[in-house]
């Protein structure tokens, strides 16, 4: 993973939280958040919380008698969830490194990360981690995107971006969001950081957009990959959109459009 995979900064929050969480994220932040209720905790960390998708499911699936925890690498990501959610008493917003939590052992009942796990240098450090937070019973409940040739408005862009910089294209989306899908190897990292009775599913949804514009907007300017696309000049950025919302138009059509997204979602006992 390049450094700047874990980049939200700039506008990227607010693209991301606009475009993307619609798009993608808030199926699985449902049906996360289902999950996480069916352990009936008291005190839940949520880690890489992003912009708040999980934990506006979490805090309306739960209701505000569940303390929630919310914690991110970037803090530009958590003050833009804190500003969808003000005046909950019964969320904490933290900006905090899930390699390095500053939380006491045995402190959560529950501690959940939407499409986080990819971003983690060290995943079974990361994985380590969460246990040592969790009380003896406790469960780790998590995402992460599957293969990109499974998640269709991805696959499409990137391959968008391969045929305008041929000789050095962006490789973000499949280095990172899609880079960390393999099973057994998930498997086994949680089995290193002490975990068991590990569960992995496989999940499909059908992605929506009002237009292939929004989805090009998306994923250009609302992700980390802006960064690798300004790096081709000026220009750069704007022929990237261009180039990947007449490809996602050729493919789905001029209108509202959706295509197929697909995750693996994952439970682990401490």
Aim: aromatic share 8%; net charge negative; hydrophobic share 45%.
């Amino acid at each position: 993973m390049a450094a700047s995979d874990k980049e939200f900064v700039g506008s990227i929050p607010e693209l991301y939280d606009r475009l993307l969480v619609p798009m993608i994220f808030e199926p699985y932040a449902r049906d996360l958040a289902q999950r996480v209720r069916a352990c009936r905790p008291r005190d839940l960390l949520e880690t890489a919380a992003g912009t708040g998708a999980v934990t506006r499911a979490l805090s309306s699936a739960l209701g505000r008698d569940v303390s929630i925890v919310a914690t991110d690498l970037n803090e530009p990501m958590i003050a833009r969830a804190k500003s969808n959610m003000p005046d909950r008493p019964d969320i904490t917003w933290q900006q905090a490194d899930a390699l390095a939590l500053p939380f006491e052992d045995a402190s959560f009942d529950v501690v959940a990360c939407q499409f986080g796990a990819m971003f983690f240098p060290d995943r079974v450090k990361g994985y380590a981690e969460a246990r040592r937070v969790l009380r003896g019973g406790g469960h780790l409940l998590f995402n992460v995107w599957d293969r990109i040739a499974d998640n269709e408005f991805a696959d499409v862009v990137i391959h968008a971006l391969q045929t305008l910089f041929p000789d050095n294209p962006p490789q973000f989306l499949a280095r990172t969001p899609h880079g960390y899908h393999d099973a057994a190897r998930i498997r086994a990292d949680l089995a290193a950081a002490g975990f068991k009775d590990i569960a992995i599913e496989t999940i499909a949804h059908r992605s929506p957009a009002a237009s292939p514009q929004d989805v090009a907007i998306a994923y250009c300017q609302g992700t980390p990959m802006r960064g690798e696309i300004e790096s081709h000049g000026a220009a750069a950025l704007e022929a990237a959109t261009k180039s990947a919302a007449e490809a996602l138009a050729r493919r789905f059509g001029t209108g509202a459009i959706d295509g197929k997204i697909q995750a693996l979602v994952i439970s682990a006992a401490g």
